[in-house]
Antibody, heavy 118, light 112 residues
Framework: QVQLVQSGAEVKKPGASVKVSCKASGYTFTSYGVNWVRQAPGQGLEWMGWISAYNGNTNYAQKLQGRVTMTTDTSTSTAYMELRSLRSDDTAVYYC???????????WGQGTLVTVSS | QSVLTQPPSVSGAPGQRVTISCTGSSSNIGAGYDVHWYQQLPGTAPKLLIYANFNRPSGVPDRFSGSKSGTSASLAITGLQAEDEADYYCQSYDSSLSGHVVFGGGTKLTVL
C-alpha cells in the first residue's frame, strides 16, 4: 500500500533552517510528483510547491521563492523540503503529498510540526 | 485571502443533507480546471474525498458527491453522520499564478 512517512517534529529559532523528509513506499517513486502543503495552527491549507520525482523539476509558491528548496533522492524514494530564514509565522504542520498527473493529491504523509520560537 | 472561496462553516443534523460551495474565477474553475475535495478529521492529515469534480476514490461512501458548474463547484453530503464532522477543502489549479495549486479556505462541518 502507498505510504508517505515524514520525519519528526522540529523546534527551530528564528533565522534558522529546517529540512523535512518524506519517505515513499508502495509505488514507483519516479512516476509521481510530490507536493508540499503547510497548515498553520487553526488555519487552512497552504500550497508550498511541487517537485517531479522523475526529473527534479520544481515549481514553488511565489511567497516562498528564495527561501524554499525541494529535492528528491530516488535511491531511497525520499523527498525533502528545506525552508530557510525561518520566522515565527512559519510555525505550522508541514505535509508531503503524492501528486497525480490529473492534478490531485491522492496520498498524504502524517505531517511534521515545525515550531519556530526564540 | 484564498483564491477559492468556501463558507467558513456549515451544519446539519444526523441524516440530513448539506452542501459546501467552492467559488472561483475565470482563471481557475471557470477556465475548466478540475476541482478536488479533501476531508480533514481533527488532528489528522487531509484525505482525498472527491477528485476531478465528481469521482470518488475507492472506499469513499457514495453519500459524498461532487459537482461543478461555471466558476463554482459543490460538495454534497447526504445522510449526515457524526463521523462526517471535519474540515473540508476544495482544490484546483490557477493559470494566473504560474501553474500553482490553489486551495479554498476550508469549511468546518458541524453535525448537530
Amino acid at each position: 500500500q502507498v505510504q508517505l512517512v515524514q520525519s519528526g517534529a522540529e523546534v527551530k529559532k528564528p533565522g534558522a533552517s529546517v529540512k523535512v523528509s518524506c519517505k515513499a513506499s508502495g509505488y514507483t517513486f519516479t512516476s509521481y510528483g510530490v507536493n508540499w502543503v503547510r497548515q498553520a495552527p487553526g488555519q487552512g491549507l497552504e500550497w508550498m510547491g511541487w517537485i517531479s520525482a522523475y526529473n527534479g523539476n520544481t515549481n514553488y509558491a511565489q511567497k516562498l521563492q528564495g527561501r524554499v528548496t525541494m529535492t528528491t533522492d530516488t535511491s531511497t524514494s525520499t523527498a525533502y523540503m528545506e525552508l530557510r530564514s525561518l520566522r515565527s509565522d512559519d510555525t505550522a504542520v508541514y505535509y508531503c503529498a503524492r501528486w497525480d498527473s490529473s492534478g490531485y493529491l491522492d496520498y498524504w504523509g502524517q505531517g511534521t510540526l515545525v515550531t519556530v520560537s526564540s | 485571502q484564498s483564491v477559492l472561496t468556501q463558507p467558513p462553516s456549515v451544519s446539519g443534523a444526523p441524516g440530513q443533507r448539506v452542501t459546501i460551495s467552492c467559488t472561483g474565477s475565470s482563471s481557475n474553475i471557470g477556465a475548466g480546471y478540475d476541482v478536488h475535495w479533501y476531508q480533514q478529521l481533527p488532528g489528522t492529515a487531509p484525505k482525498l474525498l472527491i477528485y476531478a469534480n465528481f469521482n470518488r476514490p475507492s472506499g469513499v461512501p457514495d453519500r459524498f458527491s461532487g459537482s461543478k458548474s461555471g466558476t463554482s463547484a459543490s460538495l454534497a453530503i447526504t445522510g449526515l453522520q457524526a463521523e462526517d464532522e471535519a474540515d473540508y477543502y476544495c482544490q484546483s489549479y490557477d493559470s494566473s499564478l504560474s501553474g500553482h495549486v490553489v486551495f479554498g479556505g476550508g469549511t468546518k462541518l458541524t453535525v448537530l
